[in-house]
């Protein structure tokens, strides 16, 4: 009998495992966003505004990550080392998911608790493929 109740756990054991294995070859089947461009809008002096738009956005999160690596490669291309997230509102609109963000750029770290580093930034979203501006 304690056999016969040691291979029933390990078959329950195996059963939770390979549900695991399932679910997570189900979420790689997940469509990768499609980035579909960014507007960019100085609005004054180092505060600029990114309107971002992607399709089969899966989660909020990237297209505020979206709006970050844009943000950061503006950043960059201004001749600034550094950003710092002012805000980001995110809507769905005909499956379509837009992102307006706003961050101030500097060349020297911003106060805040939200501030990037551009050129660490500009990385991690070339390795993860999110396009930056």
Known sequence: MRRQRNIF?????????????????VSQNVPAPDYLGVET??????????LVRVGAASSRDQVADYAECAAAQYALIRG???ARHVRTNVYEEGGIWQ???????????PDGVKT??????????????????
Do not use: H, K
């Open 9 to 25: 756990t390990g078959l329950a054991a195996l059963a939770v495992v390979a549900g695991c294995a399932e679910e997570g070859a």
């Open 41 to 50: 809008r100085l609005l004054e002096g180092d505060l600029v505004n990114f």
């Open 99 to 109: 992102g307006d963000a706003v961050y101030t750029i500097s060349p020297a770290l």
């Open 116 to 133: 990037i580093d551009a050129e660490v930034t500009v990385a991690s979203c070339q390795e993860t493929g999110i396009p930056t501006v």
């Open 80 to 82: 600034y080392g550094f």
